[in-house]
């Protein structure tokens, strides 16, 4: 059996990639992760890990958390090895 090229598959065949980049998801978290940048090794394992593309760095620095698309789902927080990512209970207020 010969598999086709993604290219050559019928539409349909292919479902798009999301991220919430086209949503803002950041309003129904529960918790969010809070930065602690004095303890950060800058291995950057929590920019790769992050599934919307949230945490946004410079030159190998982390420059902020987008707070707007960030669902607080904690993966950075678990492959911080340093601790300087925390999880913080989110205020409504």
């Known amino acids: 059996m010969i598999l086709k090229k993604s290219s050559e598959m019928e539409i349909g065949g292919l479902l798009n990639s999301n991220t919430s980049k086209e949503f803002k998801t950041g309003d129904w978290r529960t918790k969010k992760p809070i930065y602690n940048k004095a303890k950060c090794t800058k291995c950057l394992k929590c920019v790769v890990y992050c599934p919307e593309s949230c945490i946004l760095q410079k030159k190998g620095v982390i420059t902020k958390?987008?707070?707007?698309?960030?669902?607080?789902?904690?993966?950075?927080?678990?492959?911080?090895?340093s601790g300087a990512l925390t999880m913080q209970e989110e205020d409504f207020e």
């Open 65 to 81: 958390i987008d707070y707007d698309y960030c669902k607080g789902c904690g993966i950075c927080v678990t492959v911080c090895s």
